[in-house]
DNA sequence: CATGAATGAGGTTTCATTCAT
DNA sequence: AATGAATGAAACCTCATTCAT
C-alpha cells in the first residue's frame, strides 16, 4: 500500500462506517481497522476525528463539484445548462449513492463547521453565475438569486431522495423527464 | 410539578439539546438537568436514549399535523388547501423553529428507528390525500404521490433558509406570494 | 393474599432469583416483581436488601433443621441416627434442590453477616450433639467436631452431585447404602 | 512495568478484592486502582468484568494443577499417590489461602460459565488416571469412578475449609495425619 | 399496610487521543 | 511514516431506597 493509499483508505473507510451508523456511532478504532491501518495512523493523517469527517465532507463536495460542471461549457441555453446540471446528479445518486446518505446525514449537522461549509459552498459558485446569466436572458422567474439557487438545490435533493427510496425508477426515462420539467416549471420564467 | 409534567419537560429539554449539540453531543445528564428532573427520572419515563429521541420524533410530527390541519378543511379547492398549508408551515417556522432544525437533523439519522419513521409518516396520510384528490381534480401534475410529496416538504425547507437569511421578507406578503407561486408551479397541471 | 403471605411470596421469589443470578445478579425490582407485590411493600418487611438475604439464608436453615430432626428421635445408635440424617438430607436434595443451591452459593458469601451465620448455626447444634455423643459412645472417630460437621455437610453436596448427573440411581437401594457406608467409613472408628 | 505485567498486576488486584468482596461488591475501578493501571488498561486486557473473573478461575485452576501434580509421578501405590495430592492442597492452604477463598466463594456462582468450568475440569483429567488405577489395583472401593472424583475433591475442600477455619492446627501432624485417614477409610478397599 | 414514581450515587464500558518504539 | 498499548474522562444506565398518597 503506498502512503497516499492511506489517506484514501481512510476516508473510504470514514464514509462507510458514518453514513451506516453515523458520526458518533462510528469509533476511529473501527475507522482504523476498516482501512487496514493503524489507530495511530489515522491521527497522523487526521489530527481529529472532526477534523476527519469536515475534511471527508469537503472531499465529497468536490468531487460532486467535478462531477456537475462535467460537459456544462458544452450546453447552450440556460435550460440545457440546467438540464446538464440535473442529469450529473441523477448519474451521482445512481453511482455513489453512500456521498448522498453522507449530505443527507451531515448536510445540517453540528459536526460539520461553519468554515466548512462555506469552504464547500465555494466550491459552487459557478451555479450562482448560471443563475444570473438565466435572469439576464430573461429564462428564470425574477426572484432573488440565492432563492432560486435554494431552489435549485433542494430540488436536486428531493430528486435525490426519491430515487433513493425508488431505485427502479432511475432508468425510466419519462419519469425523469416529467420529473425534470416540474422543477423546471418551478424557477423559468413564465 | 405535576406528574404528567415530568414527561413534558423531558421531552421539551430534549429537543433543545439534540437540536443544538445534536443525538450523541448531548447527555442525557444535561437533558435531566436542563428538565430540572433526576437522571433516574429520564429513564422511568423512557427506556433508553434512542427510545427518548423516538418518542420526541413522533411527539414533533404529531404536534406538526395538528397545525397543518388546522383550517385545512374550510379550503376549497386544491391550491387553496396547498397554499393553506404553505402557509401554516411558514408560520410554524417563525413560532417553533427549533421543531424545524430538529427534523432538519435527524430526518435522516440513524437514530431514529424504521418503526418510529413509518408510524410518524401514517400522521401525514391526510397530505397524501390532498395529494391524491388534487390529481383527480386535474390540478397536480401527474407525478407520483410520494415526489410530490418530497416537493412540497422540501421546498418548505427552502422557504425556510430564506426567511432564515432575509428576515426582513417574513412579512412582505408580495415576496411571499411570489415565493409560494414559484412552487405551485412545480406541481400544478399546466 | 393474605397479609402474611406477601412476606413468604418475597422470600420465595427472593430464593429464585438469588439462586439463579446470584445476589447483585438480582433486583430488588424484581423479586418484587416476580413476588407479585410493590416494591415498597418489600421494603416494609426487609428494611434492606442485605435484610432480606439473611432472613432468607436462616429461614432455609430452619426449614432445613425440621426436616433434618424428622423422626431423629426414634433412631437407636449413632450410626442410625446419622443414617437417618443422611437419608434425610437426601430427600431435601430431591425435594428443594433451589434451598440446596442457595448453601452452596452464599454459604461462604460475604453477603450474609456473621451475626447471622451463628444464628444458624445455633440451629444446627442438635448435630453438634449428635455427633458430641457419637464419640462418647466410641463410634465415631477421635476428630475435632467441626470438621466431622465439614465432611459431614461436604459428603452431602457430592452426594447431591453426584445424583444430579445420574438421576436414575437416586431410587436405586444398593447405591445408595454403598455412599452411605463409604461416608459412614470416613467418620465411624475403625 | 512491563507490558504483561499489566495483565499479571490486574489478575492479582481482581483475587484479592473479589476474594475480600464479592464480584458485585467489587468494581473495575477499584481493581484498576488496586492494580496501579488505568481502567481502560483493564478493559485492553479484558473485554468484561465477567471474562476477568472467567480468565481468573482458569489462570487459578492451572497454577493448582501444577501444585497437585508437583512430584506425584515419584509416588509408588494408589495411597501414597491420594497422600501426595491431599499433601500439596494442604500446602497450598498455608501458601495461597486467597486462591482456596476464591474457589469456596465462586465455585458455585453464576459469574463462572459453564464453558469456563469445562475448561476447567480437563486439567483434572489425570486424576481419573489416578482412580481407575487404584481401581484395578483393587485398593479404592468399587464405586463409580465420578463419584470417586466428588469424593476426593469434596474432601480435599472440607480439609481447605478446616483449616481455613482454624489455621492453628496445620502445623499439627497428627491432626493431618488423622484427617488424611479419615478421608482414606473413605474411598480405600476394606 | 400497600403502592410505585422519584431519586442520584455509582457501576461498567467506550473511545478519542497520546506517545514510546 | 507507522504502530497499537495505554490512558482516563465521560457516557449510559441500574438500582436500593424513600415518601407522599
Redesign the interface.
Known amino acids: 500500500m503506498q502512503t497516499s493509499d492511506k489517506r484514501t483508505h481512510i476516508l473510504e473507510a470514514a464514509l462507510d462506517l458514518f453514513t ?6 462510528t469509533s476511529t478504532a473501527a475507522i482504523a481497522k476498516k482501512a487496514d491501518v493503524a489507530v495511530g495512523t489515522l491521527f497522523h493523517y487526521f489530527a481529529t476525528k472532526e477534523d476527519l469527517i469536515n475534511a471527508l465532507y469537503l472531499e465529497i463536495k468536490i468531487r460532486m463539484r467535478s462531477r456537475l460542471t462535467a460537459g456544462l461549457d458544452r450546453a447552450g441555453n440556460t435550460e440545457e445548462r440546467f438540464g446538464c446540471l440535473w442529469t450529473s446528479s441523477v448519474r451521482w445518486i445512481q453511482e455513489k449513492p453512500r456521498e448522498i ?1 453522507f449530505f ?2 451531515f ?5 460539520i463547521s461553519q468554515a466548512t461549509r462555506e469552504q464547500g459552498m465555494q466550491h459552487f459558485a459557478f451555479i450562482f453565475d448560471v443563475i444570473e446569466q438565466g435572469k439576464k436572458q430573461g429564462m428564470l ?1 425574477d ?2 438569486t ?2 432560486l439557487m ?2 435549485m ?3 436536486l ?2 430528486t435525490q ?2 430515487f433513493f ?2 431505485p427502479d ?1 432511475i432508468h425510466d426515462p419519462d ?1 425523469k423527464r ?2 425534470f420539467e ?2 423546471w ?3 423559468r420564467k ?1
Open positions: 451506516e451508523l453515523g458520526f458518533h456511532g446518505q443527507r446525514l448536510g445540517a449537522s453540528p459536526n422567474k426572484l432573488p440565492d432563492l435554494e431552489f438545490m433542494s430540488s435533493s428531493s431522495s426519491y427510496e425508488h425508477h419519469v416529467r420529473i416540474a422543477i416549471d418551478m424557477i413564465k
